[in-house]
T-cell receptor
Framework: EPEVTQTPSHQVTQMGQEVILRCVPI?????FYWYRQILGQKVEFLVS????????KSEIFDDQFSVERPDGSNFTLKIRSTKLEDSAMYFC??????????????FGNGTRLTVT | SQQGEEDPQALSIQEGENATMNCSYK?????LQWYRQNSGRGLVHLIL?????REKHSGRLRVTLDTSKKSSSLLITASRAADTASYFC????????????FGSGTRLSIRP
């Protein structure tokens, strides 16, 4: 069964550094998402992406964050200048059908980001 | 404030018993979904119910939706040790169809 893959599984970075988290969504999916989860707590929406542009973003997704789908297969989340509070598990997800009607999201296994 | 709130936050039951988790939300929705997360892993979709549906079944899962009360419940019948996980509801907002918001989750433990 197709799956969403995320790399790396664990990223350690120093405060102030830039990180890029990578995701390969399921190939025929149209909707792409980034979520984050701090210490197994609530899953927080960051951004949704459709038709090569951001559809929705949360208050968390400020100017230090950006997303790209550079080559039709990868979907990346860039954090420009990491802060200690960015330490979390970051999940990528993709959805195949109309979100207006409702379509299941398929999640990757996440990237654990540790900012020191 | 959080769109979805599950209760209880944690639930511990004996294997074979039924587990019921509830989800309440604040704004109008197109659909509501339930997901499961094993520790340290990604979320796995369980079931989706649309706003014009009231009940849905899938195997040992039963989901209800009451849009007048803005609430949903997930029932797992005849629980097994392998059902131990966190369970999250997620709402597809009527106002922003691609914004899918997760609740705070219920940690379910099944005692053998």
């Amino acid at each position: 069964e197709p799956e969403v893959t995320q790399t790396p599984s664990h990223q350690v970075t120093q405060m102030g550094q830039e990180v890029i988290l990578r995701c390969v969504p399921i190939s025929n999916h149209l909707y792409f998402y980034w979520y984050r989860q701090i210490l197994g707590q609530k899953v927080e929406f960051l951004v949704s992406f459709y038709n090569n542009e951001i559809s929705e973003k949360s208050e968390i997704f400020d100017d230090q964050f950006s997303v790209e789908r550079p080559d039709g297969s990868n979907f990346t989340l860039k954090i420009r200048s990491t802060k200690l509070e960015d330490s979390a598990m970051y999940f990528c997800a993709s959805g195949g059908g109309s979100q207006l009607l409702g379509s299941p999201l398929h999640f990757g296994n996440g990237t654990r980001l540790t900012v020191t | 404030s959080q769109q979805g709130e599950e209760d209880p936050q944690a639930l511990s039951i004996q294997e074979g018993e039924n587990a019921t988790m509830n989800c309440s939300y604040k704004t109008s929705i197109n659909n509501l979904q339930w997901y499961r997360q094993n520790s340290g892993r990604g979320l796995v979709h369980l079931i989706l119910i649309r706003s014009n549906e009231r009940e849905k079944h899938s195997g040992r899962l039963r989901v209800t939706l009451d849009t007048s009360k803005k609430s949903s419940s997930l029932l797992i019948t005849a629980s097994r040790a392998a059902d131990t996980a966190s369970y999250f509801c997620a709402t597809g907002l009527y106002s922003s169809a691609s914004k899918i918001i997760f609740g705070s989750g219920t940690r379910l433990s099944i005692r053998p």
